[in-house]
C-alpha cells in the first residue's frame, strides 16, 4: 500500500476549485467547497492524507515536506489551475524523486494525452469515474492492467489502457465525511447563502439535463442520474450531525437532486425526522406538491441555475428549461418559505444586449434569495467548446478562463457582442439586482433580526465591493490591451 497524500494545491487567494463547480475561479464573496472528489477517493485508501491548502491558507512551503513523506501524490486539477498545479508537482517531485504524481479533474478526464504531453512531472491521469482507479494505483496494482488509467511507462511513451466502467452500486463508495473530519477543518468551509457552518456531500452522480455548458456531466458523471440508497444517505446524515459540533446546515451537491422526485421526498421525510436543516440543487420545475415535502422535511434553500432569461438561449443550450414553468417555481418557493439563491451564466450563445437586459429583468421578476452571476466558460470536453472552436467564437489556442488573481475572463465573443461588453455585463447585473430598494430592505430587514447574519453580511457586502473593484481593474487593463493591439 502506497503511503497516499490527496492535494488540493496552493493556488491564489480565494481559489475554490475543490468541488464540481461550472468554473475555478475566485467567487464574488470568498466561500469554500468541500473537496470532495478527492475526499472519495481518500476515503478508499487506508491512511491516507488529504490536504487542501487554500482554505486552509496552506502555502507551497507548507506543503513541500509532505513529499518526503508519502509515495503518491494525487492533485485535483482544472483547465484554469493546470499551469500551476504542474508547477507544484514539480516542487513535490524535486523533493522526492521517487515520488508518483497522478492528477484527476475534467481537465484530465477528456485529455489524458495533452496533461500528460504537456506536464513531463505527472506520471498518470486517472479518466473519468476515477475512484477506484485511484484505489488500484495505491494498492501498486500492475498500471498496465488498471482499467481508466492512462500512464507514461518506462520508457516514456503515454499509455492509456481501457475505460472503467461507469460505477453503478452508489453505495459501494465510503462515507466522504469521517475523512473531512479527520483532516479538514470543517469551520473554514462557508458560502455566502448557506447556513454556517455546514457540510456537504453527494448523493448521486450524473444529470439528466444535457446543457451545453456544464463540465461535470459531459466529462466525469454522465446524463444518468446513479443514486446512494435513502437508508445510506440517512446514515452518512446521522453521523455528519453527531460529529460536526454547531452544524447549522447540510447541502447536497448532487448537480440536480431533484431529478429522482420520489427520492428526494423520500430523504427529505427522513430528514425531517432527525430535525437536520438542508439544501441542495434543483432545476426550476420542481411541482409545488414536492416543493411542500421538502420543506415540511426541512428544506431551507434551494441552488437553481436559471442561466438565462430567454426563451431562445435555453433552447440554444439545451437547458430543457421554460420560462413560465420558471416563473411559477419560484413563485411557489416564496410562498412556502424556501430561499432560492439563483445562478446565471452571461455570454451563451445566442446572447445580445437585449437578452441581457430581459435576462436581468427576468431576475428582478423572479427575485432569488440571492444570486450569482457567472461568464460562459467553454470547458475542453463539453459541447460548448466544440461548438464555440466550430463557429471561431472561441480562440481555443489562447484561451484564459481566469486572470492572474482568480478573477473569472470573458472568453467567449461574438460579431455582435464583444468579451468587454460580455465582461461588464456581469457588475451591471448585480448592481441591478441588488441595489433596489425593495431588496436592500429585504437584506436590513434580515440584519435586524439576527446579530450573527449583520456581521456576516456587513463582511460579505466589503468583499463584493473589493471584487467589484477588480473586476473593474481587469476591464480597464483589457480595454487599454485591445486599444494597444
Known amino acids: 500500500m502506497m503511503r497516499t497524500l490527496f492535494l488540493q494545491a496552493p493556488s491564489f487567494d480565494g481559489f475554490d476549485g475543490g468541488a464540481g463547480s461550472r468554473y475555478q475561479a475566485k467567487r464574488e464573496i470568498k466561500s469554500f467547497w468541500?473537496?470532495?472528489?478527492?475526499?472519495?477517493?481518500?476515503?478508499?485508501?487506508?491512511?491516507?492524507?488529504?490536504?487542501?491548502?487554500?482554505?486552509?491558507?496552506?502555502?507551497?512551503?507548507?506543503v513541500l515536506p509532505m513529499a518526503r513523506q508519502h509515495d503518491l501524490v494525487v492533485l485535483h486539477t482544472s483547465t484554469p489551475s493546470f499551469a500551476s498545479d504542474v508547477k507544484v508537482a514539480e516542487a513535490l517531485k524535486a523533493e522526492n524523486q521517487n515520488l508518483k504524481v497522478g492528477l484527476i479533474g475534467a481537465k484530465v478526464a477528456v485529455q489524458a494525452e495533452e496533461s500528460l504531453r504537456d506536464a513531463k512531472v505527472v506520471d498518470f491521469v486517472a479518466r473519468n469515474e476515477f475512484?477506484?482507479?485511484?484505489?488500484?494505483?495505491?494498492?501498486?496494482?500492475?498500471?498496465?492492467?488498471i482499467k481508466g488509467l492512462s500512464y507514461r511507462n518506462a520508457e516514456g511513451v503515454i499509455v492509456h489502457n481501457a475505460d472503467r466502467p461507469i460505477l453503478e452500486d452508489m453505495d459501494s463508495l465510503p462515507f466522504v465525511s469521517p475523512i473531512y473530519r479527520r483532516d479538514l477543518s470543517y469551520e473554514k468551509y462557508f458560502i455566502g447563502y448557506l447556513k454556517h457552518p455546514y457540510v456537504s456531500i453527494y448523493t448521486g452522480r450524473g444529470c439528466k439535463s444535457r446543457c451545453t455548458f456544464c463540465l461535470w456531466p459531459q466529462t466525469v458523471g454522465g446524463h444518468r442520474y446513479?443514486?446512494?440508497?435513502?437508508?445510506?444517505?440517512?446514515?452518512?446524515?446521522?453521523?455528519?450531525?453527531?460529529?460536526?459540533?454547531?452544524?447549522?446546515?447540510?447541502?447536497?451537491?448532487?448537480d440536480t437532486f431533484t431529478d429522482n422526485l420520489p427520492r428526494?421526498?423520500?430523504?427529505?421525510?427522513?430528514?425531517?425526522?432527525?430535525?437536520?436543516?438542508?439544501?441542495?440543487?434543483?432545476?426550476?420545475?420542481?411541482?409545488?406538491?414536492?416543493?411542500?415535502?421538502?420543506?415540511?422535511?426541512?428544506?431551507?434553500?434551494?441552488?437553481?441555475?436559471?442561466?438565462?432569461?430567454?426563451q431562445q438561449i435555453l433552447h440554444n443550450i439545451k437547458k430543457g428549461m421554460r420560462i413560465d414553468v420558471a416563473k411559477k417555481f419560484s413563485k411557489d418557493c416564496r410562498e412556502l418559505g424556501i430561499a432560492i439563491h439563483?445562478?446565471?451564466?452571461?455570454?451563451?450563445?445566442?446572447?445580445?444586449?437585449?437578452?441581457?437586459e430581459e435576462?436581468?429583468?427576468?431576475?428582478?421578476?423572479?427575485?432569488?434569495?440571492?444570486?450569482?452571476?457567472?461568464?460562459?466558460?467553454?470547458?475542453?470536453?463539453?459541447?460548448?467548446?466544440?461548438?464555440?472552436?466550430?463557429?471561431?467564437?472561441?480562440?481555443?489556442?489562447?484561451?484564459?478562463?481566469?486572470?492572474?488573481?482568480?478573477?473569472?475572463?470573458?472568453?467567449?465573443?461574438?460579431?455582435?457582442?464583444?468579451?468587454?461588453?460580455?465582461?461588464?455585463?456581469?457588475e451591471t447585473f448585480y448592481r441591478r439586482f441588488y441595489f433596489r430598494a425593495p431588496k436592500i430592505a429585504a437584506i436590513c430587514g434580515e440584519m435586524v433580526r439576527d446579530r450573527q447574519m449583520l456581521v456576516r453580511r456587513l463582511r460579505e457586502g466589503v468583499e463584493f465591493f473589493g471584487f467589484l473593484r477588480e473586476r473593474a481593474k481587469a476591464s480597464a487593463q483589457g480595454k487599454a490591451e485591445q486599444k494597444a493591439a
Open 264 to 310: 428526494a421526498e423520500a430523504i427529505a421525510r427522513e430528514m425531517g425526522k432527525l430535525g437536520v436543516t438542508w439544501s441542495c440543487n434543483a432545476k426550476a420545475n420542481v411541482p409545488r406538491e414536492t416543493l411542500k415535502v421538502l420543506k415540511e422535511g426541512g428544506l431551507r434553500l434551494l441552488l437553481v441555475g436559471y442561466e438565462s432569461g430567454n
Open 359 to 426: 435576462t436581468i429583468r427576468f431576475a428582478i421578476e423572479t427575485n432569488p434569495h440571492t444570486l450569482q452571476v457567472s461568464l460562459a466558460a467553454p470547458y475542453p470536453g463539453t459541447f460548448l467548446f466544440e461548438q464555440a472552436a466550430k463557429e471561431g467564437w472561441l480562440d481555443t489556442a489562447n484561451t484564459e478562463y481566469v486572470d492572474a488573481h482568480g478573477v473569472q475572463i470573458a472568453p467567449l465573443a461574438y460579431p455582435h457582442l464583444s468579451h468587454s461588453e460580455i465582461f461588464d455585463s456581469v
Open 34 to 62: 468541500f473537496p470532495t472528489w478527492l475526499a472519495q477517493p481518500a476515503a478508499l485508501v487506508p491512511n491516507s492524507k488529504l490536504v487542501d491548502a487554500p482554505p486552509h491558507k496552506q502555502t507551497l512551503a507548507d
Open 131 to 145: 475512484d477506484f482507479t485511484i484505489k488500484d494505483v495505491a494498492d501498486e496494482v500492475p498500471w498496465a492492467s
Open 342 to 356: 439563483g445562478t446565471f451564466i452571461l455570454g451563451l450563445p445566442g446572447e445580445t444586449k437585449e437578452t441581457i
Open 226 to 254: 446513479r443514486t446512494r440508497s435513502v437508508e445510506n444517505v440517512i446514515e452518512e446524515i446521522r453521523y455528519i450531525r453527531n460529529n460536526f459540533p454547531g452544524l447549522k446546515e447540510i447541502f447536497f451537491d448532487d
